[in-house]
């Protein structure tokens, strides 16, 4: 491996002797959120260098890292009607999204109000739904198409569901909840407790299975690009807050 991408000595956190020759710290908190760079440059030893700031300060940094060939992304696509539009667009959103509940629970702050533990109980039912890999391709799931309890969420944010969302059928497809879970994180990250907090999602090796003659696999690294976008100045204007 090259020195940039070598694993923690022993005893250290990557901090420890990470240098980021490249001032990419300064730009991220600037606002930039995508890095390229040839293999070996350290890319991934950034993203490790954030996981480690994340250890060190589990009260202010709370980081899940997206590895590209840890999903199978053309299972989860296949589970996705034509019909519903942009597919990629929607199947990555849906990943931010539940890698957001995935990152407001373990910061655990405001355990005790009913939205918390709305997002908690809406996990718990959902088991497994923030490692959306495994998630997708769970026997019970696939059965059950690919729906989503909603009860608990409905529960607690009345005003983030459409008016087609009713007591009398707690279950949707993910994407149809798109919308609501976007409401309900944005303003669950808007709170006091968490909003100085920095909840950072990275895509990471998004090079493997990439192929440039591809237009489908072109298209897709678009449709992530727009995403992360879209969160970064749109719904999370907050530095602290980044899908990188």
């Not at 998630?135 to 087609?164: D, H, I, Y």
Request: proline share 2%; hydrophobic share 40%.
């Amino acid at each position: 491996k090259t020195e940039a991408e070598g694993e923690n000595k022993k005893g250290q956190g990557l901090r420890e002797y990470y240098e980021d020759y490249l001032g990419i710290d300064n730009e991220f908190v600037n606002g930039k959120f995508i890095f390229t760079g040839r293999k070996g440059v350290g890319k991934s030893a950034f993203v490790k260098y954030l996981c480690n700031a994340a250890e060190d300060n589990p009260d202010e940094i709370y980081v899940s890292v997206v590895r590209n060939d840890k999903i199978d992304y053309e299972k989860i696509l296949q589970s996705v009607p034509d019909e519903v539009g942009n597919k990629d667009q929607l199947i990555f959103e849906w990943i931010v999204l539940t890698k957001f509940v995935q990152l407001i629970i373990a910061h655990g702050q405001g355990k005790y109000t009913k939205e918390f533990e709305a997002l908690t109980k809406f996990e718990e039912k959902n088991s497994g739904i923030a490692s959306v890999d495994k998630w997708m391709t769970m026997e019970e799931n696939r059965r059950n198409g690919w729906t989503v309890n909603f009860s608990e969420l409905l529960k607690a944010f009345p005003l983030a569901f459409s008016k087609e969302f009713n007591r009398s059928s707690m279950r949707a497809p993910f994407y149809a909840l798109i919308p609501a879970l976007r409401n309900i994180i944005v303003k669950m990250l808007g709170f006091e407790v968490c909003k100085d907090v920095n909840f950072i999602i990275v895509f990471d090796d998004l090079d493997i299975h990439f192929e440039m003659s591809n237009i489908d696999h072109k298209k897709r690294l678009m449709e992530l690009i727009r995403v992360a976008k879209n969160y970064n100045t749109d719904y999370l204007p907050k530095q602290e807050q980044r899908v990188l």
